[in-house]
């Protein structure tokens, strides 16, 4: 069955360093690959979305890249800042107005 | 940009009720919206996809029957949890898309079933 895994649970950065969280899927072939940012109690924040053909986007201090060989994304904030703290999830689509299929999460702590 | 409201935002029912949540798209026009649940320190998961102007499709495993769907109009869906019990206690999640490359959420609705 398809599976997402997302590193860790929870990743405790400095401030000001990067913060580098990594996704992995298996049994899948997307077509897209999405980043999403969850605080608690809320629901998700569209970030970055990027496409099979694509290997890296950026936005601002956010960069993502895709590798469809490795069936790996990383997620690197730059310049990281305590209000980068949050749930970052990372989600899959196999085309467009299809279904999207969400990794648990990694809950992200930028220390101070 | 898009926004996608949800009402309401917490809703605390007594066993064997039922509860109905709304998912509005304020500034744009969605014909096709979708609903999650979301266990604490789980991933959001597909519980169906709702279609305006015709029946839900649901996941494999979610009961139509306990999750009614209604999308009668292109800038409402609503979802019903009939009959709740404590394990229906959750976060429920919409979303709608624009034809575009982004999905939009609504902020969520906990449901607490005593």
């Known amino acids: 069955s398809q599976k997402i895994e997302q590193n860790s649970e929870a990743l405790n950065i400095q401030e000001g360093k990067t913060a580098t969280l990594t996704c992995n899927y298996t049994?899948?072939?997307?077509?897209?690959l999405q980043w999403y940012r969850q605080d608690p109690g809320r629901g998700p924040v569209f970030l970055l979305l990027?496409?099979?053909?694509?290997k890296e986007k950026r936005k601002e201090r956010l960069k993502v890249t895709f590798d469809t060989t490795l069936k790996q994304s990383l997620f690197h904030i730059t310049a990281s800042q305590p209000a980068d703290s949050a749930t970052y999830l990372c989600a899959l689509e196999r085309n467009r107005d299809d279904k999207i299929i969400f990794g648990k999460g990694t809950r992200l702590h930028i220390l101070p | 940009g898009a926004v996608v409201s949800q009402h309401p935002s917490r809703v605390i029912c007594k066993s064997g009720t039922s509860v109905k949540i709304e998912c509005r798209s304020l500034?744009?026009?969605?014909?096709?919206m979708f609903w999650y649940r979301q266990f604490p320190k789980q991933s959001l998961m597909l519980m169906a996809t709702s279609n305006e102007g015709s029946k839900a499709t649901y996941e494999q495993g979610v009961e139509k029957d306990k999750f009614l769907i209604n999308h009668a109009s292109l800038t409402l869906s609503t979802l019903t949890v009939t009959s709740a019990h404590p394990e229906d206690s959750s976060f429920y999640i919409c979303?709608?898309?624009?034809?575009?490359?982004?999905?939009?959420f609504g902020p969520g609705t906990r449901l607490t079933v005593l």
């Open positions: 049994n899948y072939s997307p077509a897209y």
């Open positions: 979303s709608a898309g624009q034809n575009t490359d982004t999905q939009y």
């Open positions: 500034d744009f026009q969605a014909t096709t």
């Open positions: 990027i496409r099979e053909n694509e």
